[in-house]
Structure formats: C-alpha cells, structure tokens
C-alpha cells in the first residue's frame, strides 16, 4: 500500500517562515492537499491540489510538490499557525492515504 | 451551507459491530463526482482513512479493513451509514465523516464522535 511520510515534528520561530514536507514514490505525479488540525478540532483543508488555497485560508499558507515531495510552507508564522498537519493523496484505488502528521511548534 | 453530522454509540464491546451514520445537509450525494467518506483517529494518533461512497454508488474501502467495513447510502434521508464489524480496543478513535469530491480535497468536516471499544 502507498505510504506518505512526514516529519513527527517541526519548530518555527513567530515570524519565521516553516516548511513542512510530505514524501512518497512519485508524489509529484499526483495532487497532494494539505490539513490543519488544532486539539480538540476537526481537520480543515488548508492547500488542495498542490498549491492553491480554499477560500478564508490566509495567504501566508502555500504549497508545492515535485519528484518525490510535498511541501507546506507557512510564511511569517503565527502562534495561530501552531497546529498538527497532516498531508494526504488519492491513490489508483480511488483511496485516500494521508501522512503520518507533523506537530508544528511555534516557539 | 454544507454541514455534517456522525451519530452512534460512545462505547461498543469487543466483538460487536458499530454502526456510524452520517447525516448532511448543504450538498447531494446524488450530484456527480460527490463523495462522502469515513476517516478515524485513535487519540494521539494521525488520521487513518476508512471508505468512500460517491454519487454512483461505487464503494472504496480501505484495504486493510475492507473485511469489516460496509458503507451504504440512503440519498432521501440525506445519510451514509458506516458498519465496522468485529470492533477492538485499538478501534477506539475519533471517527469523522465528511465530504469530497473525486480526486479533490476532504473540504468539510463533521465534528467526529469518539467511539471507545471495550474489552
């Protein structure tokens, strides 16, 4: 089964700018999209389709993927911004596969 | 406005079947390419996608629970029903329905209900 992996953890400073990847066999040749979840709250769509953010989702939050990568990047971090983020595809079984969740700190 | 609703029990006993269902409002699943579909999450733990339902009735499930799952649809009700057979205590998670459309993102949430297995 296809597996999408994410680093456990990432550390930002307030201001800075986090960058958060999501890897997988060929990922590029497919749409990733991206959630943030915050404790206690249900996940919220914040990157689909690679790089385009739904409507109400600050511009600060971008994405890109090629090769074998994902990446969310957050621009000028917010305490806001600190939250749990999980990537996710749909494989050739019309699945979806989400990563494995990375705990963005902003310290 | 596009809201979801899971409703079931908050506890199950090993063995037993859970029966989830998923009440919606804001959109059909009769309109092409429109999906609703189950992901859970143990506490603590990351999202784990269960099975999908689309607007033509074509089912997908995860393929390592594909043997306990059946997800169904009653499009008058406006509802997905989610069965999980032969439940456990490591099935104890967050459950979550929501919507998706083939091939896009999962852009609404219900609040998800906790389901505790036990022993």
């Known amino acids: 089964s296809y597996e999408l992996t994410q680093p456990p953890s990432v550390s930002v400073s307030p201001g800075q700018t986090a960058s958060i990847t999501c890897s997988g066999d060929k990922l590029g040749d497919t749409y990733a999209y991206w959630y943030q979840q915050k404790p206690g709250q249900s996940p919220v769509l914040v990157i689909y389709q690679d790089d385009k953010r739904p409507s109400g989702i600050p511009d600060r939050f971008s994405g890109s993927n090629s090769g074998n990568t994902a990446t969310l990047t957050i621009s000028g971090t917010q305490a806001m911004d600190e939250a749990d983020y999980y990537c996710q595809k749909w494989d050739s079984s019309a699945a979806l596969v989400f990563g494995g969740g990375t705990k963005l700190t902003v310290l | 406005q596009v809201t979801l609703r899971e409703s079931g029990p908050a506890l199950v006993k090993l063995t037993q079947t859970l029966t989830l269902t998923c009440t919606f409002s804001?959109?059909?699943?009769?309109?092409?390419?429109?999906?609703v579909t189950w992901i859970r999450q143990p506490p603590g733990k990351a999202l784990e996608w269960l099975a999908l339902?689309?607007?033509?009735?074509?089912?997908y499930y995860n393929t390592s629970l594909k043997t306990r799952l059946t997800i169904s649809k009653d499009t008058s009700k406006n509802q997905v029903v989610l069965t999980m057979a032969d439940m456990d205590p490591v099935d104890t998670a967050t459950y979550y329905c929501?919507?998706?459309?083939?091939?896009?993102?999962?852009?609404?949430w219900g609040q998800g209900t906790l389901v505790t297995v036990s022993p």
């Open positions: 339902i689309d607007w033509d009735d074509d089912k």
């Open positions: 929501a919507r998706t459309s083939a091939g896009s993102g999962v852009d609404y």
């Open positions: 804001g959109f059909s699943l009769t309109t092409r390419a429109m999906c």
